[in-house]
T-cell receptor, first 115, second 112 residues
């Protein structure tokens, strides 16, 4: 069965520092991969997605992610974080025969920013 | 494009009561999803519709839960005989092109 693991429950970084959030997935075929961000009490906003092609994907708000098939990973990165980046981040994998099938989420990584 | 709209945003109900949540997807999006999210967890898939057809239901969706999308536009999620364990945020999402799934702001349910 498809699954997503986000090994870091909570990460704190200093404002201006670089960020990497880890994500590992389990899926038999080529996965559809997503990163979503959620502010407290809010819905989820799509940061970026990978379906095929270039394994380095650019997203909104200066985020990028790299798909590494050999490591079953899809880590999210940002070169310099801003205080407004503090939120919960969810990695997700598309499960099913098409990209519009249900997506399975990881348990999330809470990002805190140190002033 | 007004986004995915959910109503109500917050609901407090007594245990044993029935509650209904409504979701209005983005116009002309043919696929609609329901997810449940508890504190500190990622969203869990409940069910999804292709137009008016309910194509998949999670085992999380017990007999007390029912979802409908009668005309292939808005959807309702009803919970009967609510229990405290039903307290969660219920998220609705929709997609038209199959590549990007847009989420609503969620409906918070507190069962007291």
């Amino acid at each position: 069965a498809q699954s997503v693991t986000q090994p870091d429950i909570h990460i704190t970084v200093s404002e201006g520092a670089s960020l990497e959030l880890r994500c590992n997935y389990s899926y038999g075929a080529t996965p559809y991969l997503f990163w979503y961000v959620q502010s407290p009490g809010q819905g989820l906003q799509l940061l970026l997605k990978y379906f095929s092609g270039d394994t380095l994907v650019q997203g909104i708000k200066g985020f990028e992610a790299e798909f590494k098939r050999s490591q079953s990973s899809f880590n999210l990165r940002k070169p310099s974080v801003h205080w407004s980046d503090a939120a919960e981040y969810f990695c997700a994998v598309g499960a099913g025969s098409s990209s519009a099938s249900k997506i399975i989420f990881g348990s999330g990584t809470r990002l805190s920013i140190r002033p | 494009d007004t986004g995915v709209s959910q109503d109500p945003r917050h609901k407090i109900t007594k245990r044993g009561q029935n509650v209904t949540f409504r979701c209005d997807p983005i116009s002309e999006h043919n696929r609609l999803y329901w997810y449940r999210q508890t504190l500190g967890q990622g969203p869990e898939f409940l069910t999804y519709f292709q137009n008016e057809a309910q194509l998949e239901k999670s085992r999380l969706l017990s007999d007390r839960f029912s979802a409908e999308r009668p005309k292939g536009s808005f959807s309702t999620l009803e919970i009967q005989r609510t229990e405290q364990g039903d307290s969660a945020m219920y998220l609705c999402a929709s997609t038209g092109d199959g590549n990007t799934i847009y989420f609503g702001e969620g409906s918070w349910l507190t069962v007291v």
